[in-house]
């Protein structure tokens, strides 16, 4: 099987622009990418032989025949999905746009409007896999970018003259269901390059997949030091734990002036793990110490004893690093806490979540 594309793997990218906004940038518009996009693949199975080899995987996949999403389905999106199914490309054309005038914030129809506007032209194809399943925030969050590069590029005229259509899978960020999509897209004929996956831990299973398949696959979020030189063809645009670590102990030290901290993390996690490592390790070289490490994933995990240890123990910081499983134990931590202690978090504490219960 031939490596269908490059990416020039880069440091920082800001997010303001939507996660998954820069990722497909990188893939596509790369020079080296957009030249080895048109590669055949002759060890990979034809469009029918995938479909009927992946069809209880394939139900995670649309390029808009199905919609992934359910919150809140306008009527006309409902009708459209139905249309691309039938291939009556035009009449979904019709219906995306009208869905599009009521709700011009869902990235799923602006993807699928594309799509519909490609109807059986020529393209090439790029796959977001997201945790629709699980945290449809975030992965509203990685699509708003991603149809806002595929629309920007097919408004420029695509790569090279050739659109750009994409697929949305929903891989609900469980690492076996990700491997199981991962695999489905390797041995799709018409999948170029992988946007995902949203965790550590499902991009370094998933990983493993794209590395034996030699399929590109670049996540958005994702930031364990493992993932460093993982894989030849997997990716990320975050930087690493270790940057996010040291630049966290600095400003403890540099800005708070405070000596102590108290972490709080998952063992589980092997992006808790990470960062909690590499906290640990920067507060030790800033000369400062660490006087208590707390497991959220044990069963019997106390916020207020907790809390109630760690400030025994001096600490003058709460250093939060939960993964999204056991974010709402991070957020019991803040409550309880009553802001008698400062705060820091790691990337997985940004969220909505943070913002209704934490404030």
Same mark, same amino acid.
């Given at each position: 099987?031939?490596?269908?594309?490059?990416?020039?793997?880069?440091?920082?990218?800001?997010?303001?622009?939507?996660?998954?906004?820069?990722?497909?940038?990188?893939?596509?518009?790369?020079?080296?990418?957009?030249?080895?996009?048109?590669?055949?693949?002759?060890?990979?199975?034809?469009?029918?032989?995938?479909?009927?080899?992946?069809?209880?995987?394939?139900?995670?996949?649309?390029?808009?025949?199905?919609?992934?999403?359910?919150?809140?389905?306008?009527?006309?999106?409902?009708?459209?999905?139905?249309?691309?199914?039938?291939?009556?490309?035009?009449?979904?054309?019709?219906?995306?746009?009208?869905?599009?005038?009521?709700?011009?914030?869902?990235?799923?129809?602006?993807?699928?409007?594309?799509?519909?506007?490609?109807?059986?032209?020529?393209?090439?194809?790029?796959?977001?896999?997201?945790?629709?399943?699980?945290?449809?925030?975030?992965?509203?969050? #990685?699509?708003?970018? %991603? !149809?806002? *590069?595929?629309? &920007?590029?097919?408004?420029?005229? +695509? $790569?090279? @003259?050739?659109?750009?259509?994409?697929?949305?899978?929903?891989?609900?960020?469980?690492?076996? #269901?990700?491997?199981? %999509? !991962?695999? *489905?897209?390797? &041995?799709?004929?018409?999948?170029? +390059? $992988?946007? @995902?996956?949203?965790?550590?831990?499902?991009?370094?299973?998933?990983?493993?997949?794209?590395?034996?398949?030699?399929? %590109? !696959?670049?996540?958005?979020?994702?930031?364990?030091?493992?993932?460093?030189?993982?894989?030849?063809?997997?990716?990320?645009?975050?930087?690493?734990?270790?940057?996010?670590?040291?630049?966290?102990?600095?400003?403890?030290?540099?800005?708070?002036?405070?000596?102590?901290?108290?972490?709080?993390?998952?063992?589980?996690?092997?992006?808790?793990?990470?960062?909690?490592?590499?906290?640990?390790?920067?507060?030790?070289?800033?000369?400062?110490?660490?006087?208590?490490?707390?497991?959220?994933?044990?069963?019997?995990?106390?916020?207020?004893?907790?809390?109630?240890?760690?400030?025994?123990?001096?600490?003058?910081?709460?250093?939060?690093?939960?993964?999204?499983?056991?974010?709402?134990?991070?957020?019991?931590?803040?409550?309880?806490?009553?802001?008698?202690?400062?705060?820091?978090?790691?990337?997985?504490?940004?969220?909505?979540?943070?913002?209704?219960?934490?404030?």
């Amino acid at each position: 099987m031939k490596w269908k594309g490059k990416i020039l793997p880069i440091i920082f990218i800001p997010l303001l622009l939507g996660f998954g906004y820069w990722c497909f940038f990188i893939i596509v518009t790369n020079p080296k990418s957009s030249d080895n996009l048109a590669i055949n693949s002759e060890n990979k199975l034809n469009y029918h032989q995938w479909k009927d080899r992946n069809q209880s995987i394939a139900q995670r996949i649309s390029f808009g025949e199905k919609i992934l999403i359910s919150d809140d389905i306008l009527p006309d999106k409902k009708d459209a999905a139905k249309a691309i199914f039938d291939k009556n490309y035009q009449q979904a054309i019709t219906n995306l746009t009208s869905s599009l005038k009521i709700k011009p914030n869902d990235p799923e129809a602006l993807i699928y409007l594309h799509n519909a506007r490609i109807g059986s032209g020529k393209s090439y194809t790029l796959v977001v896999s997201t945790p629709i399943g699980n945290d449809p925030n975030t992965a509203l969050e #990685i699509l708003r970018g %991603v !149809a806002q *590069a595929q629309n &920007e590029i097919n408004t420029a005229g +695509g $790569v090279k @003259g050739v659109p750009l259509k994409v697929g949305i899978a929903n891989d609900d960020d469980d690492q076996k #269901i990700c491997q199981q %999509v !991962a695999t *489905a897209l390797v &041995e799709n004929p018409e999948v170029l +390059g $992988v946007i @995902g996956h949203y965790s550590s831990e499902a991009t370094l299973a998933a990983g493993k997949v794209y590395d034996d398949g030699k399929l %590109v !696959a670049i996540s958005p979020t994702s930031s364990s030091v493992k993932i460093s030189n993982f894989s030849p063809y997997v990716f990320r645009t975050l930087p690493s734990d270790f940057v996010a670590a040291r630049a966290l102990a600095n400003y403890m030290v540099k800005t708070l002036g405070k000596k102590n901290a108290a972490v709080f993390y998952n063992s589980q996690s092997n992006y808790s793990q990470s960062l909690k490592s590499e906290f640990v390790s920067s507060v030790s070289l800033e000369g400062r110490q660490i006087s208590g490490e707390f497991d959220l994933s044990k069963a019997d995990f106390s916020p207020s004893s907790s809390i109630e240890k760690a400030f025994k123990q001096g600490a003058e910081v709460l250093m939060l690093a939960p993964n999204g499983e056991t974010l709402d134990k991070a957020l019991q931590v803040v409550q309880v806490n009553q802001k008698r202690l400062i705060l820091l978090g790691g990337d997985d504490v940004y969220s909505l979540k943070t913002l209704e219960i934490a404030t």
